[in-house]
Nanobody, 123 residues
Framework: QVQLVESGGGLVQAGDSLRLSCAASGRTVRYYTISWFRQAPGLEREFVAGIRWTNTDTNYAETVNGRFTISKDNDKNTVYLQMDSLKPEDTAVYYC????????????????WGQGTQVTVSP
């Protein structure tokens, strides 16, 4: 069992930055990779970025590549999503997700979900 708790969402203006955190816990947490997904109103949940605990492998959606950076603190079992140059279309609920061994990039890949944190970007 893996527990995921997101934090750091909020209301910002276009062009601003925001950093989300995902605190992961559980006896087997290190066997899991952590990804961020997001879901905008009326749209399907989509992959944003993912990272592995054991090395520096990362993966980004094309829509955020170059603007968002995923990183980790192994000592704290926490994954961060640094979001820069935010756009109104980045407005969504952002979810932390865990998958055993490899990075989850589709909904069907995910073993565990966090509760989500709202990010709103005003024009």
């Amino acid at each position: 069992q893996v527990q995921l708790v997101e934090s750091g969402g909020g209301l910002v203006q276009a062009g601003d930055s925001l950093r989300l955190s995902c605190a992961a816990s559980g006896r087997t947490v290190r066997y899991y990779t952590i990804s961020w997904f997001r879901q905008a109103p009326g749209l399907e949940r989509e992959f944003v970025a993912g990272i592995r605990w054991t090395n520096t492998d990362t993966n980004y959606a094309e829509t955020v590549n170059g603007r968002f950076t995923i990183s980790k603190d192994n000592d704290k079992n926490t994954v961060y999503l640094q979001m820069d140059s935010l756009k109104p279309e980045d407005t969504a609920v952002y979810y932390c997700a865990a998958r055993k061994w490899t990075i989850a990039t589709t909904l069907g890949d995910v073993d565990y979900w966090g509760q989500g944190t709202q990010v709103t970007v005003s024009p």
